[in-house]
């Protein structure tokens, strides 16, 4: 019987051109649209660009039994971190205005200024420019739709993951 999943390789190709199109979504809203990322934004941008990489090497490399299963924890484990990222973003998008954090130096002052563990933990506390919603589409902020990009991109990786195994 022939199954309806496509070959891992084919999936690894068709998921990452999913990717390379929200990534150009993204992109096309920061350089046409006008809307600068804020911090999270640009950590979920380095996440899916992670997501991106090992998809590539999957596809390049077109392993078969277990090494099928070694990229799919890869990028499994990615998408979890993008997620988490995208998670906290939107929880501080739903704060009441009083409670948002204060901004704080930009990202670039940061990263010349900071450790970079002290530049990490201070980006994914998140500040009021990651608070603002400057976007929404079906309702869904940037955020939210990135949350459904690393979803879908999970969902590849878990069928990757536990697919049965050719005989």
């Not at 277990?66 to 971190?81: E, F, P, Q």
Request: charged residues 10%; glycine residues 10%; proline residues 7%.
């Amino acid at each position: 019987m022939q199954s309806l999943i496509p070959a891992p390789r084919a999936l690894n190709g068709l998921t990452l051109l999913a990717c390379a199109a929200a990534f150009a979504g993204a992109l096309y809203m920061q350089h046409v649209e006008g809307l600068e990322p804020c911090p999270l934004c640009i950590f979920q941008r380095i996440a899916l660009i992670v997501v991106m990489v090992i998809l590539l090497i999957a596809t390049l490399h077109g392993p078969k039994g277990v090494g099928v299963r070694v990229y799919a924890v890869l990028t499994g484990l990615a998408t979890l971190g993008g997620a988490a990222i995208a998670v906290r973003h939107l929880w501080l998008q739903s704060l009441p205005a009083d409670e948002v954090p204060a901004c704080g130096p930009t990202l670039d002052y940061m990263i010349d200024a900071f450790p970079l563990h002290e530049v990490l933990a201070t980006v994914l506390s998140g500040s009021g420019e990651c608070a603002e919603i400057s976007w929404r589409f079906l309702g869904l902020t940037i955020p939210g739709w990135s949350l459904v990009v690393f979803g879908g991109v999970l969902v590849v990786a878990l069928i990757q993951l536990f697919r049965p195994r050719r005989a």
